[in-house]
């Protein structure tokens, strides 16, 4: 792997790149969150600009604020609860996580930032020719899985096709109980809709902290443990598993912040009219 340096990205104005760690040097997650919540006060009182930390993290589930006791890991593995929105999900080698704390102008508008987020993460899957999108109803980037009627082709190409799939008739189906056809990380040779990066943020005193987590080429199978964002009926994806080919995180890092400089600096930080 391409060695990432530790440090700032400089920048004249505007947007700053500070790298928490990578690869050997992978962050824990409560000294990402302490830092975080250091440059957001910092950020608060205007004494540095907005920042976005950028660092792959330690395994670790960590669990938003809506999250319910039957999407945890069934074996009683620990869970971090953060103040977050969302719901649970999966941090470890293999993903770029980035923590943007950047301040909004009042009143603030949430949905606007997550949908920024969103469509730099959008532009960085399209250069590296995956095509991602968001669906309606559900935060983060997603790579579309077949139409309905599909599965004919999908059993051509040798997917994993399910005669009666009994997700469609219980609300409460748990894939963590029905075998690695229904794994989260089997999504993709499923066909079905897949989550490429997830989104979960928290504004506070018209700050905002937490961000987005891109899998660049994680070991999927850690998402399925849990029920990943509360969502039963979509898996998880990697930038390398969509590629089918390597891809590794010195790769994908200096193209992510392009965009996000792009999009963050570049918008108009207004709420959206009503």
Known sequence: ???????????????????????????EYESAWQEQRRVHAARFADEVPDICLLLEH??????????????????????????????????GPGQLV??????????VDVVAHVRRLEEALIRVCA?????????????????????????EERAALGGLQLDFDPRTGDELFDPRLNGPEYAPSNAGQR???RKLAAIGIRVAKGVTMHGFALNVNPDNTSFDKIVPCGIRDAGVASLAGELGREITIAEVLPVVEKHLRDVLENAELLPRAV
């Open 98 to 107: 980035g923590y943007p704390i950047q301040k909004l102008p009042r009143p």
């Open 127 to 151: 250069e590296f020719g995956v095509d991602a999108t968001r669906v309606e109803g559900r935060s983060g980037v997603w790579v579309l899985g077949d139409a309905i009627g599909a599965a």
């Open 1 to 27: 792997m391409t060695a990432i340096s530790r440090g700032e990205t400089p920048a004249p104005e505007g947007l700053r790149f500070v790298h928490l760690g990578f690869g050997a040097d992978a962050v």
């Open 58 to 91: 330690q395994a670790v589930y960590t669990a938003g604020r809506r999250t319910s006791a039957d999407e945890r890991p069934l074996d009683g593995t620990p869970v971090v609860d953060v103040d977050r929105g969302g719901k649970i999900t999966w941090h």
């Open 191 to 193: 066909r079905e809709d």
